[in-house]
């Protein structure tokens, strides 16, 4: 306990401060603990976007003026920083609105035209209604069936029961969850792909919790599919990428037809451009992907033990809150990166968020997006703290004290 104190509060070498400065929004002394619904952005990538309206704006990939090339390419070049932020080449990145937009890509484009009477697609117990929702509609149209990868008591996937049910029935996707946005737990997603691969069945990844907090390399990953939204990586909302392999990108079929995705059209029928253009028709958040890019530099600058500092904030969080008599903290303490979730026992998890609102400090309150898994915890909806490098050892104070406030006020 002394020496995760050290280093929460700098003396270990990593300064949260250094890191704060970076976010105006934070300068009222705002204590953000909502980073897992979406983290702040650095004034770095504000400077990015706005640079681009006030200096390079431009349609891309349309205009042949100056200001049209400059367009583009500070459009490709993001694009070139989001491929080598996440180990895939630049034809693989698929600019898309986000997580969600990612994964009803591969759903409508590919996995509805191979999914069939009999088939099976897998997903977890742990998943967010953006990986749930998508499959679940996809197998009410094509007759294929939804099953369920179970959570052990410790909140890990049960793969046992993965690996014995794909040698069963005909699994055709899985779809899991690199970090569960409730559990906060990283799961094991090469073990799981390994596991599909084995039957050859695709594999797709949401990694929308793992990319602020986790190295990402989709190629040991050996998914197929890789999608994350920029708003949870301290880029803009409204952007994110999704990674496909070459090859399966080459079979997909695009879902948003219009400008710029197509190769030629004639009167009756249309010839798509080349992966990723394809899949990014009309003109394109231009903005929100040099955002991005500004977003990644940034993140590959933190400094060294920033990952580790959220780590330490999330792991005493979760030891102070569960110390409270009435508070039930959901997942395991090991390999906790970055957020709790919590139960207070009597009070719902709104008022507990509103009691804390009160005295400026911002958590989520809900289902999370996440009923499925919070079902099976036996819940309607949870509270939850999720940090990033610039929060303190004393913001997690404050969120204890507020609990034990809300508990005298409330419970
Ligand atoms: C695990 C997970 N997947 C997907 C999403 C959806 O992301 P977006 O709303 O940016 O599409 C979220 C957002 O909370 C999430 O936590």
Redesign the pocket.
């Known amino acids: 306990m002394e020496r995760k104190m050290t280093v929460a509060d700098g003396g270990g070498g990593f300064d949260p401060g250094g890191v704060r400065r970076d976010f105006s929004i934070l300068e009222s002394g705002l204590v953000w603990l909502d980073n897992?619904?979406t983290t702040q952005r650095p004034d770095g990538v504000l400077a990015a976007m706005e640079r681009f309206y006030r200096r390079q704006n431009a349609n891309p990939r349309r205009s042949v003026h100056r200001l049209g090339n400059e367009a583009t390419q500070a459009f490709e070049s993001a694009r070139e920083r989001v491929a080598r932020f996440i180990g895939g080449a630049p034809e693989e990145v698929v600019f898309t609105?986000?997580?969600?937009?990612?994964?009803n890509l591969v759903v409508g484009g590919l996995a509805e035209e191979e999914l069939g009477e009999g088939d099976e697609v897998w997903v977890s117990a742990a998943?967010?209604?953006?990986?749930w929702v998508p499959w679940q509609q996809a197998v009410l149209r094509t007759g294929a069936t939804l099953k369920v990868i179970p959570l052990r008591e410790d909140g890990r996937l049960e793969l046992d029961v993965l690996r014995a049910g794909v040698l069963r029935g005909r699994t055709k996707w899985v779809a899991v969850?690199?970090?569960?946005?409730v559990l906060g737990l990283e799961n094991d997603v090469a073990a799981v792909a390994q596991i599909a691969r084995d039957v050859g069945a695709r594999v797709l990844v949401?990694g929308?919790?793992g990319v602020a907090h986790l190295p990402v390399n989709v190629g040991r990953m050996g998914c197929d599919f890789f999608?994350f939204?920029g708003?949870?990586m301290y880029g803009p909302?409204g952007i994110?990428a999704l990674w496909g392999r070459g090859e399966l990108l080459a079979e997909m079929t695009p879902t948003v037809f219009g400008g710029e995705m197509i190769a030629r059209v004639d009167d009756g029928e249309s010839v798509w451009a080349e992966a990723p253009w394809r899949f990014e028709g009309g003109t394109p958040h231009v903005a929100g992907a040099v955002g991005l890019g500004a977003a990644v530099d940034w993140l590959q600058g933190l400094p060294e033990g920033a990952h580790e500092h959220e780590a330490v904030l999330a792991r005493v969080a979760a030891e102070r809150l569960a110390e409270l008599p009435g508070v039930k903290v959901w997942g395991a303490q090991e390999g906790r990166l970055s957020l709790v979730s919590f139960s207070v026992e009597g009070i719902h998890p709104h008022d507990v968020a509103q009691v804390l609102d009160d005295r400026g400090v911002a958590i989520r309150a809900g289902h999370?997006?996440a009923q499925p898994l919070l079902r099976r915890l036996g819940v309607a909806a949870v509270a939850r703290a999720s940090f990033f490098p610039g929060n303190t050892l004393e913001e997690v104070e404050r969120l204890v004290t507020g609990v034990k406030a809300a508990q005298e006020l409330l419970a």
Request: proline share 0%; charged share 10%; aromatic share 4%.
């Open positions: 897992a619904a609105a986000g997580t969600t937009a990612g994964i998943e967010h209604h953006s990986n969850t690199w970090v569960s946005n949401d929308a919790q999608a939204s708003h949870k909302m994110g999370l997006c």
